[in-house]
């Protein structure tokens, strides 16, 4: 029997933590006029939501009771998280967030949630998608399929200069490259390759040559539905 044709095309970015996902599916998003959908950002959002809530335990009911309080909404070519009706992008980076968001990932009732949020803002709409699962569970039939790779090293020293704004030293590299392995191994069952994924090694690449490499492909991707070109 064929797949399934969506009437919207969805674009699934996969990989393990700081493997540039986030940042080159919202310029891959830019490129070709779609919305970006992040949907690491909806875990984060769970967990703020939790620790606001006064969570203690960190049980599975506790963390999805607080799911009330966030609304996933459309801004510009993105969906951004509101928590209580307004952004905390900060609070969402910060480090209570960070230091608790894998248990929160981690639980099979929260994962089917921030899913189901994820598919639905591909109801109406070309998407990037963007996070874990998103070629093997959430979007199976997605359109184009990506798996982004990186050495560990290289991808301990990006995430360091983005977070300090500044290179890194090679002690810093070396304790942030020892924290992603752990958090690779953490995530194992949820950063799987999808068999019809395209495998990107982005170690020596730039960003944008990642983005030009990803448009190249949607293009391609898109001339074979039968729907034209998206943007430049």
């Known amino acids: 029997m064929a797949a399934e044709r969506r009437e919207h095309m969805v674009i699934a970015i996969d990989g393990p933590a ?10 891959v998003a830019r490129r ?22 006064g ?8 963390v999805l009771s607080a799911a009330s309080r966030i609304q996933f909404s459309p801004a510009e070519s993105t969906f951004v998280p509101l928590l209580d009706g307004a952004r905390a992008d900060d609070e969402l980076r910060g480090a209570a967030v960070t ?8 639980m099979q009732s929260v994962r ?9 803002a591909a109801d109406s709409r070309d998407v990037v998608v963007d996070g874990r699962d998103i070629g093997t569970v959430v979007f199976p ?19 360091l200069i983005q977070r300090l704004g500044h290179g890194p030293s090679d002690a810093e590299v070396a304790e942030e490259t020892e924290r992603l ?23 020596y690449l730039t960003q944008a040559q990642q983005v030009d490499r990803i448009v190249a492909l949607a293009h391609a991707t898109a001339a074979e539905r039968g729907r034209g070109r998206h943007g430049a």
């Open 181 to 203: 392995v752990q958090r690779d191994s953490q995530d194992a069952t949820q950063t799987v390759q999808a068999l019809d994924a395209v495998l990107i090694d982005t170690t």
């Open 99 to 106: 230091q608790h968001v894998s248990i929160v990932a981690s």
């Open 141 to 159: 039939r997605a359109d184009l399929k990506i798996f982004l790779v990186a050495d560990p090293w290289e991808r301990a020293r990006r995430r």
């Open 55 to 62: 969570t203690v335990n960190w049980s599975e009911a506790e």
């Open 112 to 120: 089917a949630w921030v899913n189901d949020q994820v598919r639905r």
């Open 32 to 53: 070709l006029d779609f919305h970006h959908v992040d949907s690491g950002s909806l875990y984060r959002a769970l967990t703020a939501a939790s620790l606001r809530s």
């Open 18 to 27: 700081a493997s540039g996902k986030s940042s080159t599916a919202h310029w």
